[in-house]
Nanobody, 122 residues
Framework: VQLQASGGGLVQAGGSLRLSCRAS????????MGWFRQAPGKEREFVAG????????YYADSVKGRFTISRDNAKNTMYLQMNSLKPEDTAVYYC????????????????WGQGTLVTVSS
């Protein structure tokens, strides 16, 4: 499966962006999916995850209450709605998928897309 993230851009602090991750090649409807980010000079970190049927979601503490992850399996697409953005949210955002038998939504991702850059100005 190929994953393509899009929707990044430049936004002022307090603004919003919606990222999309579209899968092609095969369906991801049976796989969990997640968003990660990597800021300049830092390691890649988990942002949010969603189970294959959208029944479960999990967020990093740093984005909880501001970001919302969702998916539309009919469109083979996952989303990340980002509100109240802060300069520290500036990073390249990556989408990923994993087998659903790995229960935790924070780990086990084995398929990665190219990132999309989000820049939040102060």
């Amino acid at each position: 499966v190929q994953l393509q993230a899009s929707g990044g851009g430049l936004v002022q602090a307090g603004g919003s962006l919606r990222l999309s991750c579209r899968a092609s090649g095969r369906t991801v409807s049976s796989r969990d999916m997640g968003w990660f980010r990597q800021a300049p000079g830092k390691e890649r970190e988990f942002v949010a995850g969603i189970s294959w049927n959208a029944a479960n979601t999990y967020y990093a503490d740093s984005v909880k209450g501001r970001f919302t992850i969702s998916r539309d399996n009919a469109k083979n697409t996952m989303y990340l709605q980002m509100n109240s953005l802060k300069p520290e949210d500036t990073a390249v955002y990556y989408c990923a998928s994993k087998r659903r038998d790995i229960v935790q939504l924070t780990m086990g991702y084995d398929s990665w897309g190219q990132g999309t850059l989000v820049t939040v100005s102060s």
